[in-house]
């Protein structure tokens, strides 16, 4: 069982789309990070967000992290084929251990 | 800057082998982490070092240990190799160990078939 969830795990959609991607846990993390990994590479770290209520904006990207810090959100308005890739969060607990959430596939068509 | 080495790039083993894996973090970083990524599993975090000391651990077993030499960089062993253990390696270095804002530099990782 995954500490932190992601949803929906697959997504593929048409370039200029929007989408949301989730991340829930029933745990309480002291901050929450989202990375985007391609194949063949690491991940590479889009942002961290430490405060309840958080919204931080990259561009076309979104991210918010919940009140509780339970859980967050990625938005991407108008996407592109370039936002392939696998998105994954990351929250580190209270004892300062790194849980990596599932993954959510993104493929977006031209 | 250079980025995060890891080394090798790929690499096969038979079954009751060991292997060691390395990683170069980006100079001056002090924390490096270990995690292991399969389709299955997605990324898990296996151990945590910072100056030398392990500071956190996955759950992990035994089979899978750990060091970091002084001038950080860092080799993961795994010791009687099984199937299961076929993944992609991935190190990250960042500068310190505790700040919530610090940011993780992945490396390509390092790809391990058992076969």
């Known amino acids: 069982t995954q500490l932190l969830e992601q949803s929906p795990q697959f997504l593929s959609i048409q370039e200029g789309e929007n989408l949301t991607v989730y991340c829930n846990s029933s745990?309480?993390?002291?901050?929450l990070q989202w990375y985007r990994q391609e194949p063949g590479e690491g991940p590479v770290l889009l942002v961290t967000?430490?405060?309840?209520?958080e919204v931080k904006k990259l561009k076309r990207l979104t991210f918010q992290f919940g009140d509780a810090r339970k859980d967050s959100s990625l938005h991407i308005t108008a996407a592109q084929p370039g936002d392939t890739g696998l998105y994954l969060c990351?929250?580190?607990?209270?004892?300062?251990?790194?849980?990596f959430g599932s993954g959510t596939k993104l493929n977006v068509k031209p | 800057k250079a980025g995060v080495t890891q080394t090798p790039r790929y690499l096969i083993k038979t079954r009751g082998q060991q292997v060691t894996l390395s990683c170069s973090p980006i100079?001056?970083?002090?924390?490096v982490s270990w995690y292991q990524q399969t389709p299955g599993q997605g990324l898990q975090f296996l151990f945590e070092?910072?100056?030398?000391?392990?500071?956190n651990k996955g759950n992990f077993p035994g089979r899978f240990s750990g060091r970091q030499f002084s001038n950080s960089r860092s080799e993961m062993n795994v010791s009687t190799l099984e199937l299961g253990d076929s993944a992609l390696y991935l190190c990250?270095?960042?500068?310190?160990?505790?700040?919530?804002?610090?940011?993780?530099?992945f490396g390509q990782g390092t790809r391990l078939t058992v076969v």
């Open positions: 990250a270095s960042s500068l310190w160990a505790y700040d919530l804002n610090t940011e993780a530099f």
């Open positions: 745990s309480v993390f002291s901050s």
């Open positions: 967000v430490v405060t309840g209520g």
């Open positions: 990351a929250g580190r607990d209270n004892f300062n251990k790194f849980y």
């Open positions: 100079s001056g970083h002090r924390s």
């Open positions: 070092y910072f100056s030398e000391t392990q500071r």
